[in-house]
């Protein structure tokens, strides 16, 4: 009976390695999909209209400049600054109108149909040129990001970890 007991003792300390080592190997294996190491450390980051590359502001200049090196993440860049620039238009003409309808219905002096309708017209286009400006704001606000994303991922280089067992050994490779 003592020998059963010493027996299924040993069993369970064993298994009690084995388990952990299993439990190391595939936590290192999950580890080392989302492992990233960074060969410069520059994350560049953006808040409103101020630029930061690893946490210090810099210029809007020295950021274009910094973009410019990256050829995908300058086009998303160019097509954020188009976007924004469409959708400046869009806002104008959308100010343009909802004034222009604010100023003919206070000052209208002939309260008749057609009036209204002058009225409605210039109010509807105000708010239908409103519609694409908001859109393509959203879109240049995504296309921004987007070029920060793409800078920052094509700076960073993968590191993978590759667990190497053998009959009386067990290693992990490294590979850069």
């Given at each position: 009976m003592n020998i059963v007991c010493n027996l299924a003792n040993k069993i369970e300390k064993q298994m009690r390695y084995l388990l952990f080592l299993c439990f190391t190997l595939l936590s290192l294996i999950a580890h080392s999909q989302n492992l990233i190491a960074t060969k410069k450390g520059d994350y560049m980051t953006y808040r409103r209209n101020r630029y930061f590359i690893a946490g210090e502001d810099i210029t809007k200049e020295k950021m274009i400049s910094l973009l410019q090196e990256d050829k995908e993440a300058f086009s998303y860049y160019q097509k954020s600054r188009?976007?924004?620039?469409?959708?400046?238009?869009?806002?104008?003409?959308?100010?343009?109108?909802?004034?222009?309808?604010?100023?003919?219905?206070?000052?209208?002096?002939?309260?008749?149909?057609?009036?209204d309708e002058i009225i409605g017209a210039t109010f509807l286009a105000g708010v239908t040129s409103l519609i694409p400006a908001i859109v393509l704001n959203i879109s240049s606000n995504r296309n921004k990001r987007r070029a920060f994303e793409t800078y920052n991922q094509?700076?960073?280089?993968?590191?993978?970890?590759?667990?190497?067992?053998?009959?009386?050994s067990m290693g992990v490779a490294v590979k850069f």
């Open positions: 188009d976007l924004k620039m469409s959708s400046d238009i869009c806002s104008i003409i959308s100010i343009a109108f909802s004034t222009t309808s604010i100023i003919t219905s206070l000052n209208k002096k002939n309260k008749g149909k057609q009036s094509n700076q960073e280089r993968k590191v993978t970890l590759k667990p190497i067992i053998g009959e009386n």
